[in-house]
């Protein structure tokens, strides 16, 4: 998404989750919330509590802000309400169940400019908008493979056309994992540090498998074999080898590796196919080894400690 959101879309999306309510301006629904994260060009923020040195974008006004409000003399509250009301402002949101004076109501609806009402705190209202603008802005990457949940966490599974990575995905799916999305899941950077894997609404449930063609997983399997968005946490991918390629594998560590996505390191572990291969056992196996990775638990390290262990012992005897 590029365009701004616009005060009506953003009241639409969060009105259930932070309980808001109109209070005034209703002519300024069609108004852009003119911010972008991560665009350094502007000293005016996204949002936060009443600030007139460093405006936002939405400002908050909770019982400290509307007492601070209220203790101003003529003039200068005057100049505050001319400020609040002013270019920087798009939105103003009353929290903590605060009840505006009437002349903050008629200004709304002179500019016009939208007050909305929540019961909530205002950092839970403040955490909820960063986290739909992060949603929103997100740097965005389609990749192509099939996008799963297996053991809880976010496996991308990827390979050459043809190598077997839908049937595989079928064969998880009937082990009791879930698909995200298949051919073209969208991954969105919503943190530093965290990439989050959706389906396109026009592929959601379907998972087309050679041979049998298009195959709705929702209605085959049941709601619980879909997923609707997981982080992505590990890639799989698949490879053809032959005999002599799958000896050259390192035997303690296995074939890994990261990938880099949207500036993030994902580890990525290589499986070879060929005959006799039970590749869905060893995508749970790859799942459990990251997961017990994630805790701290390295096996081939432990092994080689045990033996060193040993031999060090021996050597000593």
């Not at 050259?248 to 005959?275: C, K, Q, S, Y």
Request: hydrophobic share 40%; net charge negative; aromatic share 6%.
């Amino acid at each position: 998404m590029t365009t701004p959101l616009t005060v009506a879309s953003l009241f639409d999306r969060l009105q259930d989750r932070l309980e808001l309510t109109w209070v005034a301006g209703q002519g300024g629904r069609q108004r852009s919330i003119r911010y972008q994260p991560g665009d350094d060009r502007s000293d005016v923020s996204l949002v936060g509590h009443l600030n007139f040195i460093h405006p936002h974008r939405i400002q908050l006004i909770g019982q400290t802000e509307f007492g601070y409000l209220a203790d101003l003399r003529k003039n200068s509250r005057k100049d505050a309400v001319n400020q609040l009301f002013g270019d920087n402002s798009d939105l103003i949101i009353a929290c903590e169940n605060v009840s505006l004076p009437d002349d903050l109501r008629q200004r709304a609806d002179a500019v016009p400019l939208a007050i909305l009402a929540s019961p909530l705190p205002s950092q839970e209202i403040i955490g909820h908008l960063q986290y739909l603008y992060g949603s929103l802005f997100a740097q965005r990457v389609i990749l192509h493979g099939v996008y799963m949940e297996v053991m809880g966490i976010g496996v991308l599974i990827t390979g050459d056309p043809s190598v077997g990575k839908s049937e595989l995905a079928l064969e998880l799916v009937s082990r009791g994992h879930r698909l995200i999305a298949d051919d073209i899941p969208e991954f969105a950077r919503v943190a530093p540090d965290v990439l989050n894997g959706t389906c396109p609404e026009l592929l959601r449930d379907f998972l087309e498998v050679r041979g049998l063609g298009i195959l709705n997983i929702r209605a085959m399997f049941g709601d619980s074999a879909i997923k609707q968005n997981k982080y992505l946490r590990l890639v799989i991918h698949l490879e053809k080898m032959s005999e002599e390629e799958i000896r050259g594998i390192d035997r303690l560590f296995g074939n890994r590796r990261t990938r880099e996505v949207l500036g993030i390191a994902v580890p990525e572990i290589t499986l070879p196919v060929a005959p006799g291969r039970n590749l869905a056992v060893m995508v749970e196996a790859a799942a459990r080894t990251h997961i017990l990775a994630l805790k701290g638990y390295d096996a081939g390290q432990v092994f080689v400690e045990r033996h060193q262990q040993q031999i060090d012992q021996n050597t000593h005897d």
